[in-house]
Antibody, heavy 124, light 108 residues
Framework: EVRLLESGGDLVQPGGSLRLSCAASGFPLSSYAVNWVRQAPGKGLEWVSSFSTDGRTYYSDSVNGRFTIFRDNSKNTVSLEMNSLTAEDTAIYFC??????????????????WGQGTLVTVSS | EIVLTQSPGTLSVSPGERATLSCRANESVSSSYLAWYQQRPGQAPRLLISGASLRATGIPDRFSGSGSGTDFTLTIGRLEPEDFAVYYCQQCGASPPTFGQGTKLEIK
């Protein structure tokens, strides 16, 4: 059974940092892309970052330069290091497994499995 | 970036009836790259449809997707109580991948 379990969400002050982790089970992490998608309170879904099977990383413009995504194959986890956080980063962060409809490059994935999410609140 | 506009924002339908949800893109999207998700209150989204019309594993056949180019449709036939939720379309053919703002399907 495919499972994704996020952790690390917390209350953090503006300008602070936080690391989220996604523990994957039921599939080989190295064979699939893993992505972070967030949802601000009462709002819609927003793609944040992707880690592809070839090790390439992708970021939305809103987090590029502040967030870093990385993978630890030995632990079967993908993590998101978040720096210089602002109130606009407040959201539930979902870890998702990505699938490419067509072979290629770039964060061109749809998401066939989702974790339950972890809440990040940026507030003083 | 590609902007997806979903309509209506809220749709009120009675159980047992059919619901039709629309997703319109501001530029053409290959059908291969159009997906639909369902999000029930307090839950994570769930993949319903990929490739505009391919049901994901375990999704009932009352859910169907169609469309091409800039206009896509999700149809839910014979609504069950568990179908009342928020539905999102997503395109992943261009970077960044983007979602529509969602359609809330509520009980009439």
């Amino acid at each position: 059974e495919v499972r994704l379990l996020e952790s690390g969400g917390d209350l953090v002050q503006p300008g602070g940092s936080l690391r989220l982790s996604c523990a994957a089970s039921g599939f080989p992490l190295s064979s699939y892309a893993v992505n972070w998608v967030r949802q601000a309170p009462g709002k819609g879904l927003e793609w944040v970052s992707s880690f592809s099977t070839d090790g390439r990383t992708y970021y939305s413009d809103s987090v590029n330069g502040r967030f870093t995504i990385f993978r630890d194959n030995s632990k079967n986890t993908v993590s998101l290091e978040m720096n210089s956080l602002t109130a606009e980063d407040t959201a539930i962060y979902f870890c998702t497994r990505g699938r490419r409809p067509v072979a290629g490059r770039g964060p061109k994935y749809y998401y066939d499995f989702w974790g339950q999410g972890t809440l990040v609140t940026v507030s003083s | 970036e590609i902007v997806l506009t979903q309509s209506p924002g809220t749709l009120s339908v009675s159980p047992g009836e059919r619901a039709t949800l629309s997703c319109r893109a501001n530029e053409s999207v290959s059908s291969s790259y159009l997906a639909w998700y369902q999000q029930r209150p307090g839950q994570a989204p769930r993949l319903l449809i990929s490739g505009a019309s391919l049901r994901a594993t375990g999704i009932p056949d009352r859910f169907s997707g169609s469309g091409s180019g800039t206009d896509f449709t999700l149809t839910i036939g014979r609504l069950e109580p568990e179908d009342f939720a928020v539905y999102y379309c997503q395109q992943c053919g261009a970077s960044p991948p983007t979602f529509g703002q969602g359609t809330k399907l509520e009980i009439k």
